[in-house]
């Protein structure tokens, strides 16, 4: 079964999720007769893998409410220890982060940094810049293979991060945006 759009997936993990899986892979005879649960075990997908989502074919991933949570939730705290080794071990080697600030910073018209290497590089700019940053999780919205955090910043300036998982389940892809006050 191939998904082609976000509906279909939506209704597939709806309709895995009420047939109860047990952790074992195992279904009942009336679960495995549901075309959607017998394709689910026959591709051995896994709806208990670690970090913040669920993978149901190599290379698809579905991001749970509670692991986008718990993302969001790690992600803040990481930010507001300045933990530096934490924070960037949330995302991908290949990672690719569009951003006003780092336009700002680093004195670039695409505000682009790409790879870990120059993302520790910018981050650890960011945080001597601002000694006193501290971020406060105001929402988090939920997509398929990505969430956005919702935040408000120590100067009371609200930020929206994009951010799409890797099928290991980091960040792969983050656009960062900030509040624009009218004039």
Not at 81 to 104: F, G, K, M, N
Not at 117 to 134: S, T, V
Request: with cysteine; net charge positive.
């Amino acid at each position: 079964m191939v998904l082609h759009r976000p509906v279909e997936l939506a209704a597939l993990i709806v309709q895995v999720k009420s047939a109860q899986i047990s952790l074992s892979g195992k279904a009942t005879n009336q679960e495995q007769t549901c075309p959607v649960v017998k394709n689910a075990l026959s591709t051995k997908a896994s709806y208990n893998a670690p970090r913040y989502y669920r993978r149901l074919r190599a290379g698809e991933v579905v991001v749970t409410r509670d692991e986008a949570w718990k993302l969001a939730e790690h992600w803040i705290a990481a930010w507001n220890a300045h933990d530096l080794d934490l924070i960037l071990a949330q995302y991908e080697d290949a990672i690719e982060l569009t951003s006003p600030v780092a336009a700002q910073l680093l004195g670039t018209a695409d505000g682009k940094v790409i790879g870990k290497a120059n993302l520790k590089a910018y981050f650890r700019r960011g945080l001597e810049a601002y000694p006193e940053l501290h971020f406060r999780l105001t929402d988090l919205l939920l997509g398929v293979s990505s969430v956005v955090l919702y935040y408000t910043n120590q100067k009371g300036i609200h930020t929206a991060e994009f951010m799409e998982l890797s099928a290991n389940g980091k960040v792969a892809r983050v656009v960062a945006n900030y509040s624009a006050p009218k004039a």
